[in-house]
T-cell receptor, first 115, second 114 residues
Framework: GENVEQHPSTLSVQEGDSAVIKCTYS??????FPWYKQELGKRPQLIID?????GEKKDQRIAVTLNKTAKHFSLHITETQPEDSAVYFC??????????????FGKGTKLSVKP | KAGVTQTPRYLIKTRGQQVTLSCSPI?????VSWYQQTPGQGLQFLFE???????NKGNFPGRFSGRQFSNSRSEMNVSTLELGDSALYLC?????????????FGPGTRLTVT
């Protein structure tokens, strides 16, 4: 079945450094790739997403890249801050423009930013 | 706009009982999806409702069911509870339509089965 693999499972960086989280998806029909941030005890929060007709998208310190040929996408956080510490989930779906919008999630990456 | 709301936030039930969870989507959102989150399995899709119809279903047993009302509010029901059903149950709402598939999550209902 559809699968999303996410690496690494934990990531520790110094404040100000960059962090990169990578995901690989299995279903070539996937066309929508969101990233969620979940702080302890809180709901997953959509932080950025990308559709299959775009190779890269940036929002301030956060960027996502997509390689459809290799079926992988990555989250890049620059100039990390302690408040970036959380669990980050990647996901894929076939929902853009269609009816199969269920999200398939990766297992998550626990990011720790040390002051 | 108010966000997605879920009730109750916490629930403790005994094995064999049944439970009903409720989700109110963001105003104007017509799709509601349900997910189960556990430390071992992560976030797993249960089902999606759109216009009062189940549109997609994940790989969960028939004990898990749901419905959606005309105002887009949704409920999910779990019958004959098992210890393994202990989890955070999250709902997410979406406007749907081309180019509009962002899903926004509610705070979740923490279900503990004893």
């Amino acid at each position: 079945g559809e699968n999303v693999e996410q690496h690494p499972s934990t990531l520790s960086v110094q404040e100000g450094d960059s962090a990169v989280i990578k995901c690989t998806y299995s279903d070539s029909a996937s066309n929508y790739f969101p990233w969620y941030k979940q702080e302890l005890g809180k709901r997953p929060q959509l932080i950025i997403d990308i559709r299959s007709n775009v190779g890269e998208k940036k929002d301030q310190r956060i960027a996502v890249t997509l390689n459809k040929t290799a079926k992988h996408f990555s989250l890049h956080i620059t100039e990390t801050q302690p408040e970036d510490s959380a669990v980050y989930f990647c996901a894929s779906s076939k929902g853009w423009g269609g009816s199969q919008g269920n999200l398939i999630f990766g297992k998550g990456t626990k990011l720790s930013v040390k002051p | 706009k108010a966000g997605v709301t879920q009730t109750p936030r916490y629930l403790i039930k005994t094995r064999g009982q049944q439970v009903t969870l409720s989700c109110s989507p963001i105003s104007g959102h017509r799709s509601v999806s349900w997910y189960q989150q556990t430390p071992g399995q992560g976030l797993q899709f249960l089902f999606e409702y759109f216009s009062e119809t189940q549109r997609n279903k994940g790989n969960f047993p028939g004990r898990f069911s749901g419905r959606q009302f005309s105002n887009s509010r949704s409920e999910m029901n779990v019958s004959t509870l098992e210890l393994g059903d202990s989890a955070l149950y999250l709902c997410a709402s979406s406007r749907t339509g081309t180019g509009a598939y962002e899903q926004y999550f509610g705070p979740g209902t923490r279900l503990t089965v004893t």
